[in-house]
């Protein structure tokens, strides 16, 4: 049990009532958090205002002095904890709140409340399962893609993007009867249509067989994976089809990972190495040819390719607005998976 103990000094006109050396402590349980505030003997009949995130105190004690002390024991799946991961942490935030009026009115006192933890070895969030959500698939397989939060937390409220914020994009292949496989993204362009036609406007984010082309202009990037059969592309949005339906079109593959090469890898470009083989850092020659032309070059990785299993997936509509723009598109349409 790791244990935070907040001392704060705040003073407050709430109903004639000063809070003075307001004490809070934390402790962070695995999966709960129990939370000890001393409030002054004029608060305690307020006590039933007193909020972590949306539950009210699970018990309250009167001292003999007439101060109180309120107690919040909950699991972290309640009081709408937000749960994010960043790197090796995962993080649960909330805030203690003094609402003296109605819902409706700001909380007159707020304290930060948030509990840090090592990610557990393997640990992977819910929503990034290869088998949850379906999409279309073949030859035994079911590829999936969907657009994540900034955060990679979790999906998606809306596909209305501020120009310079990050889209993640979440692809995957559920495989139920195969061997375990390696999910790439061939080829990804941005188009302002449902469906390419030679006439389609295009942006290209990914080519020459998984160069991630947009990591060359700023700081797109692969995010190291959970799963071999999932892959992240994380980049900042773009002026392309500025407030107007983008769509992202992607071709992924489903690989041997025993057998990448020029033709079948996941490259992308860093300031301080160039260009770099997200599976395997030590084999980013492999990603030489992102400059060039990449194309398969033994009669191994030929025979491969007949084989290889594959999907055109479109993620959109995806709608980028300029913030400063008083036109922006206001609408947040429902995010379509193909």
């Known amino acids: 049990m790791v244990t935070h103990l907040y001392l704060g000094v705040i003073v407050l006109a709430v109903f004639a009532t000063t809070v003075a050396n307001a004490d809070i402590q ?20 307020n006590a039933s205002r007193l909020f972590l995130g949306n539950c009210m105190a699970s018990h309250l004690d009167v001292l003999p002095t007439g101060e109180g002390e309120v107690e919040f024991d909950y699991p972290f799946a309640e009081c709408r904890f937000k749960k994010l991961l960043k790197g090796k942490f995962l993080i649960y935030q909330n805030e203690l709140t003094y609402r003296p009026q109605s819902k409706s009115k700001p909380a007159a006192f707020k304290y930060p409340i948030e509990c840090v933890y090592k990610r557990p070895e393997g640990w992977v969030p819910a929503f990034l399962n290869p088998g949850s959500g379906l999409s279309e698939g073949r030859s035994g397989l ?18 209305v993007i501020p120009l310079g914020s990050y889209i993640p994009i979440w692809a995957t292949v559920y495989q139920v009867d195969h061997q375990p496989l390696l999910l790439l993204m061939e080829e990804c362009v941005a188009a302002t249509t449902p469906e390419l036609h030679p006439s389609s406007q295009v942006y290209p984010i990914i080519n020459n067989k998984g160069c991630l082309l947009e990591s060359t202009k700023g700081t797109a990037r692969f995010i190291p994976r959970h799963h071999s059969s999932s892959l992240i592309l994380y980049m ?103």
């Not at 934390?26 to 958090?33: G, L, P, R």
């Not at 079911?142 to 979790?154: D, K, V």
């Not at 194309?295 to 709608?319: H, M, W």
Request: with cysteine.
């Open 26 to 45: 934390v402790a962070c349980a695995k999966d709960s958090i129990k939370i000890i505030w001393k409030i002054g003997a004029g608060l305690v009949p």
């Open 142 to 159: 079911i590829f999936h893609m969907a657009l994540l939060n900034e955060q990679l937390t979790s999906l998606a409220e809306t596909n």
């Open 236 to 338: 900042q949005s773009f002026h392309f089809g500025l407030g107007e339906p983008v769509y992202i079109h992607c071709k992924l593959v489903a690989w041997d990972p025993e057998f990448l090469g020029q033709g079948k890898k996941a490259c992308h470009y860093s300031k301080e190495n160039g260009w770099e083989l997200l599976d395997d850092p030590s084999q980013s020659r492999l990603c030489s040819c992102c400059d060039s032309t990449c194309a398969p070059r033994s009669k191994r990785t030929v025979d491969l390719a007949s084989q290889q299993l594959n999907y055109n997936s479109v993620l959109g509509p995806l709608i980028v607005v300029d913030p400063s723009d008083s036109r922006a598109h206001k609408s947040q349409d429902k995010i379509s998976l193909s």
